[in-house]
């Protein structure tokens, strides 16, 4: 199935060392633009790619993180140098298993706010009792539940999410992904993203499958999580270690799991450096 499908991606710069961004759930990579913007302004040659089922790139008939590694080494593999990945979320799943399975494709590697664990469907992370469960199933089904038929524009679609998505941030990131096609009577509204199969999916999204047996990434790799996430504990240290033994942990302050876009310059910079580092 992976072998056929190629990946929607777009490229800044002309020279320079590669870059690639993988998004997380419910983005796309045009969500990176104004970071990869900044570092292509700087000499690097920045790739954004839409994972299966998201914005531009091919829906697929299962979600699976093996799976969209193999697609995105594909795209990799079709460069003359190693890449610069970085993975935010789901797409920091995907870098992790990439790298795990194809260390010879990257010059480093960047993960963004998500461990290489199984993640609860409810809360749980943490010892406070009021950590919110995962408000993943929710959002999907606020989407699915929009009549787009009957959508007047996309400030009506704004309304009908306000209640299982409050955050406006997160809600015009997820608003993103509806799109009009065709004008006057023709034209219609939908999603970019496959809903139902995200949906039925959702939980091999939580888990991180087991790498090969003895693999590790022993190139460099930045870990930056929010500091006021609980995607990324204490706890988690040890098993990046073991499996990404040359690991740095950067924790932003006043960020949480959208870390690159609640603090989006401390973010870059963090990256710059790390890249520099890496460059030279």
Do not use: C
Not at 37 to 46: F, N, Q
Not at 190 to 195: K, T
Not at 226 to 253: C, E, I, N
């Amino acid at each position: 199935m992976t072998e056929a499908i190629r990946l929607h991606g777009r490229t800044m710069g002309d020279a320079g060392p590669r870059v690639v961004f993988v998004h997380g759930l419910f983005g796309q990579g045009k969500n990176w633009t104004t970071i990869a913007r900044r570092l292509a302004e700087e000499g690097r040659r920045v790739t954004l790619l839409d994972l299966p089922n998201h914005g531009h790139s091919p829906w697929t008939d299962r979600v699976d993180y093996v799976d969209m590694a193999r697609m995105v080494a594909a795209e990799l593999g079709s460069f003359s140098e190693p890449v610069t990945l970085v993975g935010h979320s789901m797409g920091g799943k995907v870098a992790m298993q990439l790298a795990l399975r194809r260390p010879e494709l990257l010059r480093a590697l960047v993960v963004v706010d998500i461990a290489p664990t199984d993640y609860p469907e409810t809360g749980g992370r943490t010892d406070d009792p009021d950590e919110e469960a995962s408000p993943f199933a929710a959002f999907i089904a606020a989407m699915q539940q929009i009549d787009l038929a009957g959508l007047a524009g996309r400030e009506d679609a704004d309304r009908a999410l306000r209640t299982a998505v409050p955050n406006d941030m997160v809600r015009g990131f997820l608003l993103q992904s509806l799109v009009r096609e065709g004008v006057g009577a023709g034209g219609g509204w939908r999603w970019r993203l496959n809903l139902d199969t995200l949906a039925r999916d959702l939980g091999e999204l939580r888990r991180f499958p087991a790498p090969p047996p003895g693999a590790t990434f022993d190139g460099p790799v930045l870990w930056v999580a929010g500091a006021g996430s609980s995607y990324v504990l204490d706890r988690d240290r040890a098993r990046m270690d073991q499996l990404f033994p040359a690991t740095r942990l950067v924790r932003v302050k006043h960020a949480g799991h959208w870390v690159h876009s609640e603090q989006p310059e401390v973010f870059l910079e963090t990256v710059r450096r790390f890249l520099q580092q890496v460059e030279d």
